[in-house]
């Protein structure tokens, strides 16, 4: 079993900077990738980003792409995602997930293992 840790969340003034953590208790096959994803009330878990732990491709949603970096630290077992210029609209839970796969990378429900979740805000 595999227990994801997140925190750095928090609440920012837009345009501003917030870089989240997820630190992995293990390093197992479920947990070559790594992903980002993020909730508001009522609506479904959205992808953010995506990364190899190996660190090859990455993968970021439209919406969030040339504003958001995602990275891991393989010596720390931790990843990361960097946030900068946020919007209001960035507002939600943020979850780090982890799988076996590439596959499926923006779909929530192909991940394995994932944290409790840290909350964003950003007011206007």
């Known amino acids: 079993q595999v227990q994801l840790v997140e925190s750095g969340g928090g609440l920012v003034q837009a345009g501003g900077s917030l870089r989240l953590s997820c630190a992995a208790s293990?390093?197992?096959?479920?947990?070559?990738?790594m992903g980002w994803f993020r909730q508001v009330p009522g609506k479904e878990r959205e992808f953010v980003a995506h990364?190899?732990?190996?660190?090859?491709?990455?993968y970021y949603a439209d919406s969030v792409k040339g504003r958001f970096t995602i990275s891991c630290d393989n010596a720390k077992n931790t990843g990361y995602l960097v946030m900068n210029s946020l919007k209001p609209e960035d507002t939600a839970v943020y979850y780090c997930?982890?799988?076996?796969?590439?596959?499926?990378?923006?779909?929530?429900?192909?991940?394995?293992?994932w944290g409790q979740g840290t909350q964003v805000t950003v007011s206007s």
């Open positions: 997930a982890t799988k076996s796969s590439s596959r499926r990378y923006g779909d929530w429900d192909s991940y394995d293992y």
């Open positions: 293990a390093r197992t096959f479920s947990t070559n990738y």
């Open positions: 990364i190899s732990w190996s660190g090859g491709n990455t």
